[in-house]
C-alpha cells in the first residue's frame, strides 16, 4: 500500500519559517519525482516545487528565493523549507510522488500552512 504521509504544517506568523515532510511508503522512493503542490481557497491547485530522481529541482516564480525542496532517498522522505512567509502562502500542502517510467502518481492527504500578518 502506497502512503504519503505529510507534516509540518501549522500556524506561522508573517516571515517566519516553517518545514514540511512528507514521508513515503510502498513505493521506491528513488525512482520518483517529488513535488510540492499548493491549493488555496477559491483556487487550483498549483506546482510549488519539484525535485527530480537526479536531485535537479524547480520552482514556481512566486516562492523562488524563500522555498528550497530537498529528499532524502535513504529515508523515503521528501521536504520543503519555508522562509519569509506571507499570507498569501496560506493554503493546504500537498506532496506528490510520479514515476517518470510509468506516469503512476501519487498524493499525501495534505497539511494546512496558515500565515498571519
Known amino acids: 500500500q502506497v502512503q504519503l504521509v505529510e507534516s509540518g504544517g501549522g500556524l506561522v506568523q508573517a516571515g517566519g519559517p516553517l518545514s514540511l515532510s512528507c514521508a513515503t511508503s510502498g513505493i521506491i522512493f528513488s525512482g520518483h519525482e517529488l513535488s510540492w503542490y499548493r491549493q488555496a481557497p477559491g483556487k487550483q491547485r498549483e506546482l510549488v516545487a519539484r525535485?527530480?530522481?537526479?536531485?535537479?529541482?524547480n520552482s514556481a516564480d512566486a516562492v523562488k528565493g524563500r522555498f528550497t525542496i530537498s529528499r532524502d532517498n535513504a529515508k523515503s522522505t521528501g521536504y520543503l523549507q519555508m522562509s519569509g512567509l506571507t499570507p498569501e502562502d496560506t493554503a493546504v500542502y500537498y506532496c506528490?510522488?510520479?514515476?517518470?517510467?510509468?506516469?503512476?502518481?501519487?498524493w499525501g492527504q495534505g497539511t494546512q500552512v496558515t500565515v498571519s500578518s
Open positions: 506528490n510522488a510520479k514515476s517518470p517510467r510509468t506516469g503512476g502518481q501519487y
Open positions: 525535485i527530480t530522481r537526479t536531485f535537479n529541482t
